[in-house]
């Protein structure tokens, strides 16, 4: 059975998402939205992101996927044979991330970590090898189940992960329109556009700042592969031509 594939665009983890909720998915834009992810923008170390404060994709799959009705099974950590036992034994598609993507090495010049996120599909693993729906442009990819686990284990990134995430058994608990999940999502949104912290336009304008004085090589893209979705630096998105 071949497994449809939803990507070539933004949004790595709401695709995922899609892919795993089957006909019954929202748009990815939508899922987007719902997430969170749109309703601010951060500086950590320096560095900008076009997330709220407090935000990242682990919080936003959960809440996106309980506006609409939905729900998975998650599991994380443990060895990367652990890991792997997990996908043989899930029985179908997994959303697995996040990935350290400088480290997915289907993608053209990569094989470094460039500590940004990602999230794919796993489709199978057999032979000692990951089958996989990148939702960055590589439908079917492959790779060694060594370095599929590598990716999978990195989690140098600018909030709390746990190593060999994994979420399977996507299923829908009760019927949610998309207008009404979406209207159910403002009073979150309200608050992300309202942190605790600093405010968005405050770190938007600080940021301009950096910008203006110059970016270190810390804050451009270190990588010459483009970057869709997940949550990476303002600077590095942009040299690396994603949203």
């Known amino acids: 059975m071949v497994f449809p594939y ?5 949004y790595c983890y709401a695709n995922s998402a899609a892919m795993l909720m089957g006909v019954a998915a929202p748009e990815p834009s939508a899922i987007e939205v719902l997430t969170g992810s749109p309703f601010g923008l951060s500086l950590h170390e320096g560095l900008a ?22 729900t998975c099974e998650r599991v994380a950590g443990g060895s990367a044979a652990d890991a792997v036992r997990r996908l043989r034994d899930a029985g179908g598609p997994v959303l697995a991330g996040p990935v350290e993507i400088g480290l997915l090495r289907h993608h053209p010049g990569s094989g470094t970590p460039v500590e940004s996120d990602h999230f794919v599909v796993v489709i199978g693993a057999e032979d000692g090898h990951v ?12 790779l060694p189940v060594a370095e599929f686990t590598a990716a999978w284990e990195s989690v140098s990134f600018a909030y709390p992960a746990v190593p060999f995430t994994m979420r399977s058994d996507f299923r829908r608990v009760r019927a949610v329109d998309v207008p009404d999940a979406l209207r159910a999502s403002l009073p979150a949104a309200r608050q992300w556009l309202a942190p605790a912290g600093e405010m968005p336009a405050a770190a938007a304008l600080r940021f301009a700042d950096l910008v203006e004085d110059g970016l270190t090589p810390g804050q451009e893209a270190p990588r010459p592969f483009r970057r869709a979705g997940g949550r990476a630096p303002i600077g590095r998105r942009r040299a690396l031509g994603a949203r």
């Open 6 to 10: 939803v990507g070539s665009g933004p």
């Open 49 to 70: 992101y076009f997330d709220p404060l407090g935000w990242n994709p682990e919080i936003g799959l959960d809440t996106a996927l309980d506006l609409l009705g939905w």
């Open 131 to 142: 089958h996989f729906h990148d939702p960055h442009g590589y439908p079917f990819s492959t």
